[in-house]
Structures are given as structure tokens and as C-alpha cells.
């Protein structure tokens, strides 16, 4: 069973700042997702990756296969970033996810 | 840009009673997942739908709950006697292929409220 670990839990930035979360999983894979929660509690997908990095536009997603971690990077920083991050593995023949518990993001004017 | 609908938005129940919970995928995709997310947890698997059947399912899932794909276009999770502890968001996933490089696109959620 996959054990997917993120931090921080909280995180609090001011507007224009650089933030990172990190995450980390028990178990190889093949892919990595990030995802994003928002207030309202929709999730929206926002990478899925599986070597390298990805970039959309203030959205950078890394990851490293053999160490099994992943960091999503928010560059310049807003307050309509400010939401719940979450990474989730898939694992299994059927590719279910494994979430983690989320970072809550809070960025202030 | 195609999305997965989830209807109702909120559903409050009394403890015992019935509630059928739905989705519509999006059209070409040929993998469905019901995933919850009580307040303040993560959010956890619960089952995978594929080729009309049950593909993979978690301890959660017991014989309180039940999945169909009724009409090749919807996607429903029915609990037949709710308890309170089922009180959760809901949300109904999606996705193309069958390669572990797919990704789940993810409907807005139903909040069910049991009471």
C-alpha cells in the first residue's frame, strides 16, 4: 500500500512570494498527480507527471522517479491561489488514487 | 472543454434512508472511480468501474453500497440504508485509457449530510 506524505500542512505566503510543497510516496510509481481543492470542495487536476517537470503557467511541477518525491512550485504568488494542494498516486491495476492529506495554502494581499 | 457532472450539488438524508448518488463521465472515457472525502480527511478510494463491472473496491465499500452504469452514460453510487458516519463529500472520477499515465478528471462533488 502507498503511503503518500506532503508538507507542510499549512502554509501561509504573502502575495508574490515563491512557494513550494513537497511530497513524497512508499511505493513506486509511474506517475504522480497534483491536484487542487478549492473552498467549494471541486477538485480540479492540475499535473500529472512522470519524470522531470512540468510547467503551466505559474504552476511548476517536478518530480524524481528514483527518490520517489514530487514538488509543486507556485511562482508570484496570489490570493486566488490560496487553496488545498494535494498529490495522489496511482497504484494498482486499476490506477486508484492515494491521496494525501492536502496542504492548505494561504496567500494574503 | 468536456467535464464530469455530479448531481445533486447537496443531498441532506435521514439516517437509514436510501440515496442514489450520480455522475456522467466524460463520453470516450472508459474508467470510472467513486472516491469520498469526510470533513477534514483526505480523500479516499472507494471503488473502480470498468468494462461494466467492479474492478477493484476498499474495505469502505461494503454491502451498504452498490455502483451502476445504468444507461452507458450515467454513473451511480447508491447507499442503501445511510448511516451517519456516511456523511462525506462524494466525488465521481473519470479517465480514457488504461494506462497508469491517464489523467482522472474529476467531477464538483455531492455533499451528503446524513442526520
Known amino acids: 500500500k502507498n503511503e503518500v506524505e506532503q508538507s507542510p500542512q499549512n502554509l501561509t505566503a504573502q502575495e508574490g512570494e515563491f512557494i513550494t510543497i513537497n511530497c513524497s510516496y512508499s511505493?513506486?510509481?509511474?506517475?504522480l498527480h497534483w491536484l487542487q481543492q478549492h473552498p467549494g470542495g471541486g477538485i480540479v487536476s492540475l499535473f500529472m507527471?512522470?519524470?522531470g517537470k512540468k510547467k503551466h503557467g505559474r504552476l511548476i511541477a517536478t518530480i524524481n522517479i528514483q527518490e520517489k518525491h514530487s514538488s509543486l512550485h507556485i511562482t508570484a504568488s496570489h490570493p486566488r491561489d490560496s487553496a488545498v494542494y494535494i498529490c495522489a498516486a496511482p497504484g494498482g491495476s486499476n490506477y486508484k488514487l492515494t491521496f494525501g492529506k492536502g496542504t492548505l495554502l494561504t496567500v494574503n494581499p | 472543454e468536456p467535464e464530469v457532472t455530479q448531481t445533486p450539488s447537496h443531498q441532506v438524508t435521514q439516517m437509514g434512508q436510501e440515496v442514489i448518488l450520480r455522475c456522467v463521465p466524460i463520453?470516450?472515457?472508459?474508467?470510472f472511480y467513486w472516491y469520498r472525502q469526510i470533513l477534514g480527511q483526505k480523500v479516499e478510494f472507494l471503488v473502480s468501474f470498468y468494462n461494466n463491472e467492479i474492478s477493484e473496491k476498499s474495505e469502505i465499500f461494503d454491502d451498504q453500497f452498490s455502483v451502476e452504469r445504468p444507461d452507458g452514460s450515467n454513473f451511480t453510487l447508491k447507499i442503501r440504508s445511510t448511516k451517519l458516519e456516511d456523511s462525506a463529500m462524494y466525488f465521481c472520477?473519470?479517465?480514457?485509457?488504461?494506462?497508469?499515465?491517464?489523467?482522472?478528471?474529476f467531477g464538483p462533488g455531492t455533499r451528503l449530510t446524513v442526520l
Open positions: 507527471l512522470s519524470s
Open positions: 463520453s470516450n472515457h472508459l474508467y
Open positions: 472520477a473519470s479517465r480514457v485509457l488504461a494506462g497508469s499515465s491517464d489523467t482522472q478528471y
Open positions: 511505493v513506486g510509481i509511474s506517475a
